[in-house]
């Protein structure tokens, strides 16, 4: 890979780090961005470890990996924001989470879109579970997932497109036209890893998930508004599949995410300014 596809909007002191799924790319998270970025917020769409290359780039790289890379953003958001909610899609909307386990400091809130902790939407074939008998990499490498329509995408005229983009040799925009084996089992050990610290999280979070999902079950959702500690607000949407940032109802999620980040950093930036007042007191008092 020679180039970082990475897609950053400046703004203002809120910023919203973005995480593409797995063998996805920023580019799916772009309409989600422009829409926050409107509402002033500074925006970062990272391209994680292994992706937006060969298939080969993505099968050398591990979870630790893409969750460094989620790290590193949120390091150089923190440079410039205040307050910072990070989300993703499917995987990572996962990495989000974890990312809010372990930097409960610099998250204040997630946005967890289509989250995927089992691959059980009405798409997924029976016989795909035989694969959580696979628990080595030198097993998984001889298992591929094909994106088979729908390809997430319940739009017909979109599906359309992301179709073209996946078969069409750049996967820079719609990622591979297949999921190595080798990198569902790292999603398999990513999610392992953040279902032990759920209940540690305790920032306020919004799940919007498709009831039609086809790659993940609303079950994903509901389970994670039963372990989470926070505030949980969840959005479900009636029309659209897996992809929810660039489906039928992209617009909501803009919506729905640019009332929850602003709510968010209401309610951090308050305590500050109370603080700020509270410190002056005495030199008005003084004076």
Known sequence: MDKDHSYRVPGGRVGVLLLHGLCGTPTEMRFVANGLARAGCTVHCPQLAGHCGTEADIKATRWQDWYKSAERALDDMRKDCDV??????????????????????????TILLAPTLWLNGWLIPWYARLFNLVFSRSMARFVWFPDIPPHGIKDQRIREFIRSALFGGDSSIAGLPSTPGVAVLEHRWLVNATKRVLGTITQPSLILHAREDDYANLNNASYLQRKLKGLVDTVVLDDSYHIV????????????????????????????????????????GRA
């Open 84 to 109: 910072v909610i990070v989300g993703g899609l499917s995987t990572g909307a996962v990495l989000s989470l974890l990312l809010a386990a372990r930097r409960p400091k610099d998250v204040q809130g």
């Open 245 to 284: 940032t660039v489906d039928r109802q992209r617009h909501v999620v803009v919506d729905r995410a640019t009332q929850f980040v602003d709510r968010v950093a209401k309610q951090c930036l308050r305590p500050a300014a109370r603080l700020v007042a509270m410190a002056d007191l005495p030199r008005r």
